[in-house]
């Protein structure tokens, strides 16, 4: 199960992947103007700076909604860095856009992804990867795991046919979401680091160590 962190925040990249819990990461606009970086050379440079931490894909978002534009932005984005992924959302002329890059030989992540019929486009027309939000899916239906059940839809969709499209599990809200993709069988999770470091706790750990230290100072000072 490959993790990527949900960020564009350097310093928690970097501390995920001293950890070497994850292998790549996905950004958003959104995610972008948190950090503050604005302006095109602003930006790619940022996408340059997280290339440089980790040793797998990173998502840049397009900002671009028509066909000729999103072609020209997800070049330019793509020849920042090898493991560049132009991220697309699925939109009509972002469709056309991904099936153009899959000609091409450029990844792609298909973002904003509600529904197994969207994600099934999107592998037919060649993404690398789909982006399934499951936390927004579960605010809008006003419904827990509504997001998972999405998810595993998707799976049994594209298991039934061989799609290579990566599934990438994104809008997680919790640790345990990210154990319940993992028993889905998704192919990749994104995660915040909120979401992330969680995942290192339990409270029998801590209350064993502290255990442990206390019996051993007793015999040895
Ligand atoms: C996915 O790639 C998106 O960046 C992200 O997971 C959106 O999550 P949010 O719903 O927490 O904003």
Redesign the pocket.
């Known amino acids: 199960m490959i993790f990527f962190i949900?960020s564009a925040n350097l310093n928690e990249i970097r501390q995920v992947n001293d950890l070497g819990l994850i292998s790549g990461v996905?950004?958003?606009p959104?995610?972008m103007s948190k950090e503050d970086v604005a302006g095109k050379n602003e930006i790619l440079d940022h996408y340059q700076d997280i290339c440089d931490i980790v040793s797998g894909d990173v998502?840049a978002e397009v900002i671009s909604t028509q066909f000729d534009d999103i072609i020209k932005e997800g070049h330019q984005l793509s020849e920042i860095d090898k493991k560049i992924v132009v991220k697309v959302p699925m939109i009509e002329d972002g469709l056309k856009a991904i099936y153009y890059f899959a000609k091409n030989k450029i990844k792609t992540n298909c973002?904003l992804i509600f529904s197994p019929s969207q994600a099934l486009l999107a592998a037919k027309a060649g993404a690398t990867y789909v982006?399934p939000?499951i936390?927004?899916l579960d605010d809008w239906a006003k419904q827990e795991n509504t997001g998972l059940a999405m998810l595993s839809d998707i799976k049994t969709i594209f298991d039934n046919y061989n799609y290579t499209t990566k599934i990438l599990a994104?809008?997680?809200r919790n640790s345990q979401q990210i154990v319940e993709c993992g028993k889905i069988g998704v192919d990749v999770i994104?995660a915040?680091f909120t979401s992330l470091m969680p995942l290192i706790k339990h409270p029998l750990t801590d209350l064993g160590l502290k255990k442990f230290l206390a019996d051993y100072k007793k015999n040895n000072l």
């Open positions: 949900d996905t950004t958003n959104s995610l998502s973002t982006s939000f936390g927004r994104a809008s997680i994104t915040p």
